[in-house]
């Protein structure tokens, strides 16, 4: 669910709507220990090879637009690519089903990609987490491209 820049679902998000889901993490990865103070279920990996047979019997990897995302296209036809600080044309295989994208919603994308030197540094536009993963209407995406139905209405503005 991360990366070394700010694309990381945030935990919280994590809880919310995947809480049934196993988390992947590098096992470098701090954001790690937060999602498991949640009781959220992690395993790690130390390399590409190591992740991809993670995920070899899942039924669904979902990722963020991060190094094991461009790996998850092409081996998988059960992944969603979700975008939080690029857009598509940038980061997504151009044969992949666009129906499995889900496009971060922030109004500063496509932002600067800045290492996280720590769990509180904050991106250009000051958040920890990207203003993506708040967005009703990302969230609403999110469960269209993963196949759930969504929880709540919006409302037409």
């Not at 701090?30 to 993670?54: I, K």
């Not at 081996?75 to 690519?81: A, E, H, L, R, S």
């Not at 290492?115 to 995406?141: E, M, Y």
Request: aromatic share 12%.
């Amino acid at each position: 669910p991360s990366g070394t820049a700010h694309q990381i679902m945030p935990p919280r998000f994590a809880l919310d709507y995947l809480s049934s889901a196993i988390f992947a993490f590098h096992t470098r990865d701090s954001f790690a220990r937060d999602y498991e103070a949640l009781g959220l279920r992690v395993v790690y990996f130390t390399s590409p090879e190591e992740m991809l047979a993670l995920g070899h019997n899942a039924r669904s990897v979902v990722c963020t637009d991060s190094f094991p995302s461009h790996l998850w296209q092409t081996w998988m036809t059960g992944t969603v690519v979700v975008l939080s600080q690029q857009n598509a044309k940038q980061v997504v295989h151009p044969g992949f089903a666009r129906s499995q994208v889900v496009d971060s919603t922030a109004p500063c994308v496509k932002c600067r990609s800045r290492v996280r030197l720590s769990p509180t540094d904050a991106c250009d536009a000051g958040q920890v987490f990207c203003k993506t993963w708040a967005d009703p209407n990302f969230i609403r995406s999110f469960h269209m491209a993963i196949g759930e139905t969504y929880p709540f209405h919006i409302a037409a503005q």
